[in-house]
């Protein structure tokens, strides 16, 4: 078996790193003494290999999963020209073989990450100039970034090893077991509060701002995280100190698709990948030559109700080639991208999302429950798109109601459908499951829907199995339950 060797090189607009890997990820061998002996010697050589932690994720390997796993199980895309295992996925019906569940990528990001935390000191020993403020800015990206890919994990996997140690070292547990959930989130939340208090504000470049870890990153996370393990009240804190920052606004209704899908980096940009690979996952899911041969187009009959402003045709969904425009469109006149035009940004959080999370915590709050203040912020997000008031009774159901729609409306195809579905149904142990069961009214016909209701009644399918190769290459790896006999 081969040793993993890190290199570093640099491209713009950040350092990029490559790995060679073994086959499975998790089949972990210590890095070559390299990695010690010559390579970590100066802060220039941390700020490469936190470059290489960003690049990790910026391959199609990581983004497309990120956007299959939070939309294919949903209700908001239908396969026009999907591959099998797409097809498969998109009615629940997943198997450990199944190569969408391959989850190498994101633990070569989890190493990157522990490889920073782990050598950072010893280079800011050796180098005078290395100041301790900038070690400690270099280790809070690394954290606030492997948090981020722990939390994608969670919500797919939701129990899966937690690797806090580099492969650098024959100490290294090659073989590790399964941790639980809360133990994750648990940790992750250490992790991003830490984050917090060493990050930067922001940069004056706005590819870094927007493209590097900043207080706002890790606290978007932290509030997400927050609002997924139902800790309201965390919440509402974590994202009333991102609006209290003034960084961040919604952009005007009338740039909404162009500030923020077309242009990227928006005022309302939070954390957002900056280009690379991110094309080739656009492109292949949204156009792929045209949009008239694309895997994916949207689910028609949902636009017809809703979309009736800014997010409306030719924004978000093309009625008329029945695809997604949002990352292939141009412009509103029914523009697409050329194949050389696919420079989108992959936005993880936007500033629309803060004033909706907090909305959410209000609203299931027990000890702050405010449900005039869910309105308002709701109102802030729905205003921008329609020009109208958020006109909506004031009590719990309602405003639940119209916030899973305002988020669907906001957020088509970024990802978010699918956990916003689970986080909802799974309250209250699963009291509101029919949010997930009753999408086989648009995944079945006739023939198959007592099949895919089954695929669909059981809660423990809403969790990826492992891949096969995982369980078969680590004896410490149990299938995820539902997988087990299937």
Known sequence: MKLNIIKIFAIVPLLIASLASCSSYLELEPQDNLIQDEFWQNKEQVASAVAGCYASMNQSGFTDRVLKWGELRAEMLVSVRAGNNERNMMKNFITPTNSLVNWNNFYATVNYCNLVLEFTDQAQAKDLSFTEA?????????????????????????????????????????YPAKSSESEIIEQIVADLKKAVE????????????????????????????????????????????????????????????????????????????????????????????????????????????????????????????????????????????????????????????????????????????????????????????TGAPFNVTIDKTSLSNALLLERQKEFAFESKRWYDLLRFARRNNFEDQFLITDLVDLKAGPDDYEQILSFYSDAESYFLPISQNEIDLNKNLLQNPYYENN
Not at 134 to 157: G, P
Not at 307 to 328: C, G, I, W
């Open 134 to 174: 900038e070690a400690a800015t270099f280790k809070a990206e690394a954290l606030a970034i492997r948090s981020l890919v722990y939390f994608i994990l969670v919500k797919n996997f939701k129990e899966v090893p937690l690797v806090l140690t580099a492969t650098a070292s024959n100490q290294v547990n090659f």
């Open 198 to 385: 060493d990050l930067n504000i922001g940069y004056e470049a706005i590819g870094y701002d927007k493209g590097r870890m900043t207080k706002g990153g890790a606290l978007s996370i932290l509030a997400d995280v927050y609002l997924w393990s139902e800790q309201y009240n965390e919440c509402i804190n974590a994202t009333q100190d991102i609006i209290d920052s003034g960084r961040y606004s919604l952009v005007d209704g009338s740039e909404w698709f162009n500030s923020i899908f077309f242009e990227g980096n928006s005022s309302e940009g939070i954390f957002e990948l900056q280009f690379d690979d991110i094309n080739k996952t656009y492109q292949n899911a949204f156009y792929f030559g045209s949009p008239t041969y694309a895997p994916f187009g949207g689910t028609k009959e949902l636009y017809v109700e809703f979309l009736d402003d800014v997010r409306a045709d030719k924004a978000t969904y093309d009625e008329d080639l029945n695809t997604v425009f949002k990352f292939a469109g141009i412009d509103e006149t029914g523009l697409y991208r050329g194949n050389d035009e696919f420079y989108n940004t992959f936005i993880f959080y936007r500033y629309a999302e803060v004033l909706l999370m907090q909305a959410e915590a209000y609203i299931f709050s027990t000890e702050n429950q405010n449900l005039n203040k869910a309105a308002e912020l709701i109102g802030q997000v729905h205003e921008r798109a």
